[in-house]
Nanobody
Framework: QVQLDESGGGLVQAGGSLRLSCAAS????????MGWFRQAPGKERELVAA????????HYAESVKGRFTISRDKGETTVYLQMNSLKPEDTAVYYC????????????????????WGQGTQVTVSS
């Protein structure tokens, strides 16, 4: 496991933007596939976006394609989720997760495949 800390959540109006950050402590994330999940009250946790350890491959939920972008920093300690054109339906607690399976080459699509989790950051989008 690796310690992960999310930041960047907040309140934003529909159509606005936020950038979430997930920082690792103690080690780099180059050997981890990284994912952003979200969970709204009364709903199941869902994968929003994921990125391979190399950063060359990404995956997005259909609901956020064209609006959200996941990326990794050059120092390999932080992963970002840039969220544009936000909608009220995007309101949820967003979690960062790390998966070391296959050395980060393969992107995991299920939450149970991830080893480490952040505490979450609240994103609220008003109409």
């Amino acid at each position: 496991q690796v310690q992960l800390d999310e930041s960047g959540g907040g309140l934003v109006q529909a159509g606005g933007s936020l950038r979430l950050s997930c920082a690792a402590s103690g080690r780099t994330l180059s050997s981890y596939a990284m994912g952003w999940f979200r969970q709204a009250p009364g709903k199941e946790r869902e994968l929003v976006a994921a990125i391979s350890g190399s950063g060359y491959r990404t995956h997005y939920a259909e609901s956020v394609k064209g609006r959200f972008t996941i990326s990794r920093d050059k120092g390999e300690t932080t992963v970002y989720l840039q969220m544009n054109s936000l909608k009220p339906e995007d309101t949820a607690v967003y979690y960062c997760a790390a998966d070391r399976s296959f050395g980060g080459v393969v992107i995991g699509l299920l939450d149970r495949e991830y080893d480490s989790w952040g505490q979450g950051t609240q994103v609220t989008v008003s109409s």
